[in-house]
């Protein structure tokens, strides 16, 4: 396992007793580097949103625990919030939740598909998540055909808005 998975693990345990008794949702836990520094970042839900106190809530109780249990060794910026509109789907979870829902599928690897009667690769895919399993999810495209796409062969699934 790596050390990045390990944290996030780690913190996952230390959230959940927090998370239930406030009646969140934990969506995601992340610990990533971006631009030379660490971030270890908490993504809260709940019925009618997250709101900026209920993230302060977590952050300083969080906080605390991260302190005396001290087993991240590298210095890092600790983040709590909603994981916002465009939410990247990863847990079943996740995808049960948004059935029916319009998301936004981007691939490893471009797909043939028929597009007005001619075969045209794409990377990006946009439609209705009619079903999920342990290894396919199914995306309804605009024509209403129904293409099954291997969970392996998908590099982010966020639920797709309008503005």
């Known amino acids: 396992m790596s050390k990045a998975r390990e944290y996030e693990e780690r913190t996952e345990k230390l959230l959940e007793p927090m998370i239930e008794r406030n009646g969140f949702e934990l969506v995601d836990v992340e610990y990533v580097k971006e631009a030379g520094n660490y971030f270890l970042r908490a993504y809260l839900d709940k019925p009618g949103g997250i709101t900026i106190d209920d993230c302060e809530l ?3 109780e969080l906080s605390d625990l991260l302190d005396k249990e001290d087993f991240i060794d590298e210095s890092y910026i600790l983040e709590v919030s909603s994981p916002g509109l465009g939410r990247q789907l990863k847990k079943d979870k996740d995808f049960k939740r948004s059935l029916g829902e319009e998301i936004d599928v ?3 690897k471009a797909v043939k598909l028929l597009e007005n009667g001619k075969e045209v ?3 990006e895919l ?3 998540l ?3 399993n342990e290894t396919t999810l199914f995306l309804e495209i605009e024509d209403g055909e129904v293409l099954a796409l291997n969970r392996s ?3 982010i699934v966020k639920l797709a808005f309008d503005f």
Request: hydrophobic share 50%; proline share 0%; net charge positive.
């Open 58 to 60: 977590i952050s300083r």
């Open 106 to 108: 981007k691939l490893f």
């Open 121 to 123: 690769k794409a990377k």
């Open 126 to 128: 946009f439609g209705i």
């Open 130 to 132: 009619k079903d999920f």
């Open 153 to 155: 062969d998908i590099a």
